[in-house]
């Protein structure tokens, strides 16, 4: 695997190998010693131009259970802020010998850019770009719902299983909210469908971008009505990015109030959905907003443990990318 910059174009059983691997390293991570010699003696550079707390931490806490060297770089502080340009830090980054740079930044191609103009030679994960990808989210979103969804007893009898080899085939998800800004969504519907499932975007008129209806997918304007004809097997909460909303929120709804009565998940639209089905939020989550407090501390969300997921699933994209394994990403087309 050389990059992993987008779940578009990943295929089918390219993404059932990062999931597997995925749930190898989530295997190890219950064990006294979580650490693992994989990648000693490898340097990863998390090259983040967009504040994060989550997905940092997770690529930090990834790379050095695999006993990798991490180097964190912020553009606030550094030479960023001075005037520096992306294919300058990247030529830095080249003569300090980076194996690997995982890179967030507010300009969607941003990872693409990096990838292939020439400036480094190592590989490049992207941790998101703009409003374009962020193809470990949906990986992770991914895993999560297998584990609960399909073929969900463990080994011991007692806890989700890890349904190595499975596909989504036939599972139904929902994904509610701001899609527009969303990397998330775009990066969910891309790999979500390959893996087999059915995906509805649900959303205001005014947050669904245009050409939405080239994508794999479905499109709801009405939540409640999704909920109660279609019964998702999992739903997927998004964030109200009110950062990227230029005019502030009100340019995209009349009134907070408003989007939650119409758009938010409670729990009086949670007792609508099937037993079994899952709520999920890539996170942070605007309580109150998106979603209520009484639906994401039930027992059906899984949102804390999407948290945890991501170190499982990172420390395989890392393990796949540095460990010299070429059994994924082969196809140049698709670049991972």
Known sequence: MKHLLTTQGLSKDDAILLLDTSAQMAATQSRENKKLPTLRGRTVVNLFYEDSTRTRISFETAAKRLSADVINFSAKGSSVSKGESLKDTALTLHAMGADAVVVRHSASGAAHQLAHAG?????????GDGMHQHPT?????????????VGNVGADGRGPGTSVGADLAGLRIAVVGDVLHSRVARSNVYLLRTLGAEVTLVAPPTLVPVGVEEWPCRVSYHLDETLEQWQPDAVM????????MSGGSGSFFPSPMEYSR???????RLAVLPDHAI???????NRGLEISAAAADHPRSVIVEQVANGVAVRMAVLYLLLSGDDSAGTDERNTL
């Open 137 to 149: 989210q949906a990986l992770l979103d991914a895993f999560t719902i297998r584990r609960h969804l």
């Open 119 to 127: 400036w480094l030679d190592a590989g490049v994960l992207n941790a």
């Open 237 to 244: 909460m998004l964030r109200v990015q009110r950062e990227r």
């Open 262 to 268: 119409k758009f938010g998940f409670d729990a009086r």
């Open 279 to 285: 709520v999920m939020h890539p996170g942070p989550m």
